[in-house]
């Protein structure tokens, strides 16, 4: 079956491409069927466009809501929770809901309004300035509201946890980076993965620092890669963009991008960037990136500066309440490391 972003994977996998308003344009969304009804991993955002993809799918398989006996996330980004709420409330009682343990922890902080001075504070220590944190700001409100609702019932998943998903036994295996908490679901019995964000074709997955991450992400993302290779997957089914056919051979490809991704911030640094947002512009055409984008630039660059100083081959100052935070290369004069 392949109609209108609808596609059998499997005789019980249909991957379903739900719209997304940015140039990431979609998110891979799948069913999987069991005895008993229907597991769905991850549901995309809650836009007209995305309700209206799940509509045009439900017909499609002649399904519904009732039907769904369970959804899975692989992490909380709004691109895969946006729209849990809204299957929930298309079900009495509502559909039983699992995200991992410290995906929920985060949640918190990373929906509530509340939080918007931390948020702006780390912005002006990127280096923005007051009118571009505020443009920021509200790009990121806009992306939180099309979460809403929010679901009403939550069930917590830990790593090593062995989880059905439709008439599939998976073991959930904690892979962070992307997400400090995510999961991805490895079926060994099929050699075949559900991978979420952590690994994907042409596109990196954006590793980042934010205000609510846990330390070195990018440094947990690289030794969670090079575990993963070990493992046998002849499939493996992303959150975006194509399906993977050689699981080690992408691996390879993205610690090599990484990796030269490490050596062009060095010589940033090298050559005078001081600032987040000065190191990121060297890395990518800022000038072509949307607010949306923006955010998601600096936390990477933020994510391999970080990583530099985790190995000793970087430094930092903090220079008070908004000011942007300074960067240098080792040994540099003035570069008084900051706890």
Same mark, same amino acid.
């Given at each position: 079956m392949?109609d209108?972003? +609808?596609?059998q994977i499997?005789n019980d996998?249909?991957?379903?491409q739900?719209?997304?308003? %940015?140039?990431l344009?979609?998110?891979?969304?799948y069913l999987?069927?069991g005895?008993?009804?229907?597991?769905?991993?991850?549901?995309?955002?809650?836009t007209?466009?995305?309700?209206?993809?799940w509509?045009?799918? #439900?017909?499609?398989?002649?399904?519904?809501p009732?039907? +769904?006996? #369970?959804?899975?996330?692989?992490?909380m980004?709004?691109?895969h929770?946006?729209?849990?709420g809204?299957?929930q409330?298309?079900s009495e009682?509502?559909i039983?809901?699992?995200?991992p343990?410290?995906e929920?922890?985060? #949640?918190?902080?990373?929906?509530?309004?509340?939080?918007?001075?931390l948020?702006h504070?780390?912005?002006?220590?990127?280096?923005?300035?007051e009118?571009?944190?505020?443009?920021?700001?509200?790009?990121?409100?806009?992306?939180?509201?099309?979460t809403?609702p929010?679901?009403?019932?939550?069930?917590?998943?830990?790593a090593?946890?062995?989880?059905?998903?439709?008439a599939?036994?998976?073991?959930?295996?904690h892979?962070?980076?992307?997400?400090?908490?995510q999961m991805?679901? %490895?079926d060994?019995?099929d050699?075949? #993965?559900?991978?979420g964000?952590?690994?994907l074709?042409r +596109?990196?997955?954006?590793i980042?620092?934010?205000?609510?991450s846990?330390?070195?992400?990018?440094g947990?993302?690289l030794h969670?890669l090079?575990?993963?290779m070990?493992?046998?997957?002849r499939l493996?089914l992303?959150?975006?963009?194509w399906?993977i056919t050689?699981?080690?051979?992408?691996?390879?490809?993205l610690?090599?991008?990484?990796?030269?991704?490490?050596?062009l911030t060095q010589?940033?640094?090298?050559?005078g960037?001081?600032?987040?947002?000065?190191?990121?512009a060297?890395?990518?055409?800022m000038?072509?990136?949307?607010?949306?984008?923006?955010?998601?630039?600096?936390?990477e660059t933020?994510?391999?500066?970080e990583?530099l100083?985790?190995?000793?081959?970087a430094?930092?100052r903090?220079n008070?309440?908004?000011?942007?935070v300074?960067?240098r290369?080792?040994?540099?004069?003035?570069?008084?490391?900051?706890?």
């Amino acid at each position: 079956m392949t109609d209108a972003g +609808i596609t059998q994977i499997a005789n019980d996998i249909i991957q379903v491409q739900v719209p997304l308003p %940015y140039a990431l344009n979609i998110v891979n969304c799948y069913l999987l069927r069991g005895a008993t009804g229907w597991t769905l991993v991850d549901t995309g955002l809650n836009t007209e466009a995305g309700r209206a993809r799940w509509k045009s799918a #439900m017909s499609a398989l002649e399904i519904t809501p009732g039907d +769904i006996e #369970m959804i899975v996330l692989t992490h909380m980004h709004p691109d895969h929770f946006g729209l849990a709420g809204w299957w929930q409330r298309h079900s009495e009682p509502p559909i039983p809901l699992i995200i991992p343990e410290r995906e929920q922890r985060q #949640m918190r902080p990373f929906y509530e309004r509340r939080n918007t001075p931390l948020y702006h504070q780390w912005l002006l220590e990127c280096g923005m300035d007051e009118a571009a944190a505020e443009t920021l700001e509200s790009a990121l409100h806009n992306t939180r509201d099309l979460t809403q609702p929010h679901p009403r019932q939550q069930e917590t998943l830990e790593a090593g946890a062995v989880i059905r998903l439709g008439a599939r036994q998976f073991r959930a295996i904690h892979a962070p980076g992307h997400s400090d908490g995510q999961m991805i679901f %490895y079926d060994e019995s099929d050699r075949l #993965m559900i991978c979420g964000d952590h690994v994907l074709m042409r +596109i990196t997955p954006n590793i980042g620092v934010w205000p609510h991450s846990e330390p070195d992400p990018l440094g947990r993302f690289l030794h969670s890669l090079q575990a993963l290779m070990a493992l046998d997957v002849r499939l493996a089914l992303p959150g975006h963009k194509w399906l993977i056919t050689d699981w080690r051979g992408r691996i390879e490809e993205l610690l090599a991008h990484h990796h030269a991704r490490l050596a062009l911030t060095q010589t940033a640094l090298e050559t005078g960037a001081r600032t987040v947002l000065a190191v990121a512009a060297q890395l990518f055409d800022m000038d072509r990136l949307t607010p949306h984008e923006w955010r998601f630039a600096l936390a990477e660059t933020l994510a391999h500066l970080e990583y530099l100083r985790e190995t000793g081959l970087a430094s930092r100052r903090t220079n008070g309440q908004k000011a942007p935070v300074e960067w240098r290369p080792p040994g540099s004069r003035d570069a008084a490391i900051a706890p």
